[in-house]
């Protein structure tokens, strides 16, 4: 009897914890949705590869990663991290970034406003007016990463992550805080406000924004020594993320200690995940994004799936492999590599639609002056079955 009641007891803790995340109404689905079809968004790639190619004036993006999207009241605003500008050769090459004697400028961040007279790169300005990254780093030896992003109310708000270098590799990086730049309609070159958020529990939020019921889900990835990332949560109700955050604990309650923040699970205890993730909500099942972390450098994309936005998440299945990665890929480099997939909601028909994005980019940097196709996002359109 004793035994009997403890397993009453644990199931009905584990309902009530995943009725906290549930709307009201919510109906328990036989099983979590499934992939019946992948294929390529060829219009969406095709696009920023035409006008990376075609526009002629010195400023315009030519590629970028990370590949976050906005729906902004002037358009689609695109999120790039690590961008270059200028022009592409008719040999499809870049001329060599201005550190290194050329014309190419290099910026950490950046962002495409697509309307429907078609894009336009914005950046900042310098000094001397050049191009600066619209959120520029707070010193010589720091840039801000993009994270996702969010229309406010007011306009956009953009969680960056700030990073240094630590040695001479391409790899030797590390992370060291996070802040919100907020942005006013139309104004993109350079944020409204910068404000510091929490950065004490080595996890760089801002991996994904989810606005569901009320409240503002903001994911977090912590890296391990092994490169894998671990997943974590926090909230703030409402839109505004200098508001109080609350973190989602292993003990399935919310607290006001970042220091709190729990490890999201999957099947086995243990979720690991890419860096820069996704989790959208399609029906009743979150679909979580990433790409496959227990095997170095994968071209993998998979997703899970669950019925909250804190998890356990299911086993991430493969969804789709990138065909330009590695020695047996569209380039035959050994150094092209894809990474970090994201979802885009707001470019998607229903909630049988899923729409990625994935960035390409080679671990030999001469390799995306050479040949400036690699450095683009590439787009994939995903149905899903009916849960």
Known sequence: MQISALKKYAAAAVLSVLCAFLPSGSAPAAGPPRVVDVRPAADLTAAFGTYA??????????????????????????????????????DGSRFPTVDDGGTTPFLHNSFVLWTAHGPRTVTGRDQAGQPAPPVPGPDRASWYWARAGVPDGQGLSVVYARYTRTGSGPLDIAWRGNVLARFRTGAYDRPASVTPLPSSARTAWGAWLERQGGYTYVYGTERTPDGRSRLR???????????????????????????????????????????????????????????????????????????????PFTQPRTVYTAPEAGPAGTYRNRNVISYNPHEHPE???????????????????????????IYRPRFLRLTVSAR
């Open 53 to 90: 190619d075609r526009d002629r004036s010195p400023r315009h993006w030519t590629g970028g990663d990370s590949t976050y999207s906005v729906p902004a009241p002037d358009g689609e605003l695109w999120l790039f991290s690590d961008t270059f500008l200028g022009t592409v050769r008719p």
């Open 347 to 373: 470019l998607e028909h229903d909630r049988h639609d899923i729409v990625l994005s994935y960035n390409v980019n080679s671990l030999a940097p001469a390799d995306v002056i050479r040949r400036a196709d």
């Open 233 to 311: 949560l926090a909230r703030v109700t409402g839109r505004d993320l200098r508001r109080p955050w609350q973190y989602w604990t292993a003990r399935g309650v919310w607290s006001g200690r970042e220091a709190d923040a729990a490890r999201l699970a999957g099947p086995g205890g243990a979720l690991f995940t890419s860096d820069e993730v996704s989790v959208v909500r399609h029906g009743s099942w979150y679909a979580l994004v990433t790409q496959r972390a227990d095997v170095p450098f994968s071209a993998e994309t998979q997703i899970a799936w669950s019925r909250s936005p804190g998890g």
